[in-house]
């Protein structure tokens, strides 16, 4: 009696092997990084944000279209690296207080939102893997189980920077529609603050102008001391 030969399964073909390789947590990792170099060197050399800060949206259509215009442009501004507080001074002394903090809690959204993204889609599956140490345990976790209220804090006291904020989040298991309301919510305070005093900046010595650099100063004080305070608890 002859004995069965087993099957054997036929190996994928070239485009199946390309597929996958393509398709692996690093090598979507690695667009991410060329995806973020790229922006970094626009930034550079084009220096998109003297389009955003140079009033040329305002002048190309006027009213509610160009704040909306601003909004975008502050969007791609931002995931480009570009520093949000020039934005927000820039959004205040082209359309006032009411429509240029419109426009900077628009294009800050949005520019986190396709950051998250970014890094969600690109990043998260690869550097999940790299997830070591005391301090980034201690934030992945809580990021993954108290998002919101974890994002919120960080956009309310502005003491890590934007773009990290927002990988960070993007890396752990926190929700996308709870890291959209979070940054929206808590932005508002120290956008709003930069907005009024880009707003009054022909007005030094004005009570609103000093209010919203005294705002400035204070929260960025608050946001150290919170900083230091994590450290030594994480240290101890």
Do not use: K
Request: net charge positive; proline share 6%; with cysteine.
């Amino acid at each position: 009696m002859l004995d069965a030969v087993p099957a054997t399964r036929p190996s994928p073909g070239l485009a199946v092997r390309c597929t996958r390789v393509l398709l692996s947590p690093w090598s979507r990792f690695s667009l991410l990084v060329a995806v973020l170099v790229a922006a970094a060197t626009a930034m550079l050399l084009l220096e998109p944000q003297r389009l955003v800060t140079s009033g040329r949206i305002g002048e190309l259509s006027g009213g509610a279209t160009a704040v909306v215009l601003f909004g975008l442009a502050y969007g791609v501004c931002t995931v480009a690296f570009v520093p949000r507080p020039l934005l927000n001074l820039a959004a205040g002394a082209l359309f006032g207080a009411q429509a240029g903090l419109a426009a900077a809690l628009g294009g800050t959204v949005l520019g986190a939102g396709i950051s998250f993204l970014l890094g969600r889609v690109l990043g998260q599956d690869a550097l999940r893997t790299l997830v070591r140490g005391r301090w980034l345990r201690a934030a992945d976790g809580q990021l993954s189980r108290h998002g919101f209220r974890s994002m919120l804090a960080l956009r309310l006291f502005p003491g890590v920077p934007f773009a990290a904020a927002n990988y960070c989040a993007a890396v752990s298991r926190m929700s996308y529609p709870a890291f959209l309301v979070a940054t929206g919510l808590g932005s508002i305070p120290n956008t709003a603050a930069y907005v009024v005093a880009g707003s009054e900046a022909s007005s030094p010595t004005s009570p609103a102008f000093l209010a919203a650099m005294g705002f400035i100063v204070l929260t960025g004080a608050g946001a150290m001391v919170v900083a230091w305070r994590r450290r030594h608890r994480l240290g101890g």
